[in-house]
């Protein structure tokens, strides 16, 4: 069932390109461009709005029927194990990038190589992963010392369990990646959307049969995995024109994807230091107020994620417009997305900010709500500000540009964690 919702709205992008942007003539080009741009963030909306909705029904449920304590835990294994993920280090931007490129080129084999070359980067980026994830769990103890002691052994077996599985979802996510390049997000999106739902359901049955949190650690863990084969899957189907292959490996564009990346991997770092480690900084110098904290968070991160998917299709579109585009009219196209940047930041920040306290109280109670709106109006604030400029990242990443952005991440980053430590 899973796969027959991907084949139909893949089925139908297939339908849609059968006039390809490469049989189009020059003028139309861009516009087919513009076209699947919009189309793809619409996809990308649509996903994210299903996600959000059990992103937030899930922690209604959770704080109801967990202790704050338990619940503050749970928060933090997901935290601890999510850091598998900036070990990405923009490997799969870079993947869809290039396929991007040399599929406006024509050149499918170069599509190929390059995909393969990411594929290597990938592997040696999940290996780390799986070596941060058990020195996570080994120092759990030494990080949370306000962590009810009956805990722990439960905590370190779940951060393996997910921190093991994100670290084969990111050899998997280069899969992704080349549908991404291809501009075809029906069947990344749809495998994401499936992997949410099963990841609400067995974390509802497993807190329903008041099941540890090692268990629920291991349920979300073969989610994880079994989606992680669903992109291989889906890759092999629908996407098999761009091979990927470690036999035939071109070290030189091993070196050319990660040369791409090392600016982009600083800028992951410092995306870490903004927004990754503020649960994990409350947990450690205050345990109590990890749970209230990580549910402002989520309103937060729900408005940055309907930015972060309208705005998520200009890299591969940009990518493959710097072909045919002079940057006079690149600008023009940066202008513009930025003016529908700031409407989207105001329509969904303003409302919380506003009435984030009755929100909160319908959403997860009077505790959770007096406890938790100072900080929710707190973080958002700072985020529609700061997010303002997410056009011109992505177009600095789409134009092989990111060293640009280099000095103000080093800078936000540290200023971020050296006040955050301070402070608490």
Not at 32 to 43: E, V
């Amino acid at each position: 069932m899973s796969f027959g919702n991907g084949s139909a709205l893949n089925q139908s992008s297939n339908t849609e390109s059968a006039a390809t942007i490469e049989t189009l003539p020059e003028k139309e080009k861009p516009r087919k461009i513009a076209a699947t741009f919009a189309q793809n963030s619409f996809i990308n909306l649509i996903r994210t709005f299903l996600t959000a909705a059990i992103a937030l029904v899930l922690p209604a449920y959770l704080t109801h029927r967990l202790s704050v304590q338990t619940y503050s835990a749970w928060v933090l294994i997901l935290q601890l194990g999510a850091y598998v993920n900036y070990l990405d280090f923009g490997i799969q931007t870079g993947i869809s990038k290039y396929v991007a490129e040399y599929e406006a080129r024509k050149d499918a084999a170069g599509a190929s190589m390059h995909a393969s070359a990411g594929l290597l980067l990938m592997l040696a980026t999940s290996i780390v992963g799986l070596g941060l994830t058990l020195v996570l769990a080994w120092q759990v103890p030494h990080l949370f010392h306000d962590m009810p002691g009956g805990l722990y052994r439960d905590v370190r077996l779940s951060i393996v369990f997910v921190g093991f599985s994100l670290s084969f979802g990111l050899v998997c996510s280069s899969f992704s990646a080349i549908f991404y390049g291809l501009q075809r997000y029906a069947a990344p999106t749809s495998i994401l959307v499936i992997n949410r739902l099963l990841y609400a359901a067995v974390i509802v049955a497993a807190v329903a049969c008041h099941r540890s949190l090692a268990v629920m650690g291991a349920l979300v863990a073969a989610v994880n995995v079994f989606t992680g084969l669903l992109q291989i899957e889906a890759w092999r189907r629908w996407a098999s024109n761009v091979q990927v292959s470690l036999r035939k490996i071109d070290l030189s564009l091993v070196w050319k994807i990660f040369g791409y990346c090392s600016a982009l991997a600083v800028w992951t770092a410092g995306m870490l230091c903004v927004s990754g480690l503020d649960v994990t900084i409350v947990g450690k110098y205050d345990f109590g107020q990890t749970g209230f904290y990580s549910i402002a968070t989520l309103p937060t991160n729900f408005t940055i994620a309907i930015l972060g998917a309208a705005l998520a299709p200009l890299l591969p579109s940009v990518s493959a417009l710097s072909v045919l585009r002079s940057p006079r009219e690149l600008g023009a196209i940066l202008a513009r997305v930025t003016r529908y940047t700031a409407t989207i930041l105001l329509v969904t920040g303003l409302p919380l900010i506003v009435a984030g306290y009755c929100i909160l109280r319908v959403w997860v109670g009077a505790d959770y709500a007096s406890h938790t709106i100072e900080y929710l109006r707190m973080l958002l604030l700072a985020n529609i500000i700061r997010y303002s400029c997410a056009p011109y990242a992505h177009m600095l990443v789409a134009t092989n540009s990111q060293k640009i952005g280099i000095i103000g991440v080093i800078a936000e980053a540290v200023t971020n964690v050296a006040a955050s430590i301070y402070l608490a």
